[in-house]
């Protein structure tokens, strides 16, 4: 029905992580069949809208504005998929999001974009002050309430990102949170890339601050920048 495309394969992440399908059936008005993705980062949204539209698929999309002018608060954008058949599609592949599909693992161009699908929806970059100090600490990794995310994991070890063992927590709608917690060296080094670009700068920052601080500490041990540590 839909050829197995990179393109395809992002969209089955972002299916898994943050999309999410409707059915109703009505007889006096016709029944509908809906693919979802809401977001508050619009680069996500416009890429998931380019990655359709090479499916063949139109999308509509809506913004809710933050009434609350809290600053803190984001726009929400909302594309949305009238199609049965990409519906059906998307439930069948993954049985209902239990399951990555098989042809995923195919090449390696299918694994890296569904692997980035996944992260753009359920992954995080963060940034959070010390509970002493001036400086921050910065975080990245993958959180999810499903099993599927255990064969992520493989994916990511595969190409080199150097994951943290399992934080489970138990959420008060009784769910189990699984959060996954990478290298961030390990993790920059290797093909996934977030199209977040709150993520990026979060990231770049880190980076950035870490060359600054490895050239400061190897100036001192009378060492030309950070080249020993970035070559290990």
């Given at each position: 029905?839909?050829?197995?495309?990179?393109?395809?394969?992002?969209?089955?992440?972002?299916?898994?992580?943050?999309?999410?399908?409707?059915?109703?059936?009505?007889?006096?008005?016709?029944?509908?069949?809906?693919?979802?993705?809401?977001?508050?980062?619009?680069?996500?949204?416009?890429?998931?809208?380019?990655?359709?539209?090479?499916?063949?698929?139109?999308?509509?999309?809506?913004?809710?504005?933050?009434?609350?002018?809290?600053?803190?608060?984001?726009?929400?954008?909302?594309?949305?998929?009238?199609?049965?058949?990409?519906?059906?599609?998307?439930?069948?592949?993954?049985?209902?999001?239990?399951?990555?599909?098989?042809?995923?693992?195919?090449?390696?161009?299918?694994?890296?974009?569904?692997?980035?699908?996944?992260?753009d929806s359920?992954?995080?970059m963060t940034?959070?002050?010390?509970?002493?100090?001036?400086?921050?600490?910065?975080?990245?990794?993958?959180?999810?309430?499903?099993?599927?995310?255990?064969?992520?994991?493989?994916?990511?070890?595969?190409?080199?990102?150097s994951v943290?063992?399992?934080?489970?927590?138990?959420?008060?709608?009784?769910?189990?949170?699984?959060?996954?917690?990478?290298?961030?060296?390990?993790?920059?080094?290797?093909?996934?890339?977030?199209?977040?670009?709150?993520?990026?700068?979060?990231?770049?920052?880190?980076?950035?601050?870490?060359?600054?601080?490895?050239?400061?500490?190897?100036?001192?041990?009378?060492?030309?920048?950070?080249?020993?540590?970035?070559?290990?």
């Amino acid at each position: 029905m839909y050829q197995e495309t990179k393109e395809l394969a992002y969209l089955i992440g972002v299916y898994l992580g943050d999309g999410s399908t409707t059915i109703k059936l009505d007889k006096k008005k016709g029944n509908t069949y809906r693919f979802q993705l809401g977001s508050v980062d619009l680069e996500f949204v416009d890429k998931v809208e380019e990655y359709l539209k090479t499916l063949g698929l139109h999308s509509t999309r809506n913004t809710y504005k933050n009434s609350n002018r809290n600053p803190k608060w984001n726009d929400m954008y909302f594309l949305t998929v009238s199609s049965k058949d990409f519906v059906f599609y998307l439930r069948e592949q993954t049985e209902n999001k239990v399951k990555i599909p098989k042809w995923i693992y195919k090449s390696e161009e299918n694994e890296i974009n569904f692997v980035n699908g996944v992260l753009d929806s359920e992954g995080f970059m963060t940034k959070s002050k010390v509970p002493y100090g001036s400086g921050f600490r910065y975080q990245v990794g993958v959180c999810v309430t499903a099993e599927w995310i255990y064969d992520v994991i493989p994916i990511l070890k595969k190409y080199g990102v150097s994951v943290c063992n399992e934080c489970k927590r138990i959420l008060p709608s009784g769910k189990t949170s699984r959060l996954f917690q990478f290298n961030i060296i390990s993790f920059s080094k290797s093909p996934f890339k977030f199209c977040i670009k709150r993520k990026l700068v979060r990231l770049e920052e880190y980076l950035k601050n870490l060359i600054v601080r490895d050239s400061e500490y190897y100036s001192k041990l009378g060492m030309k920048g950070a080249k020993a540590r970035w070559s290990r």
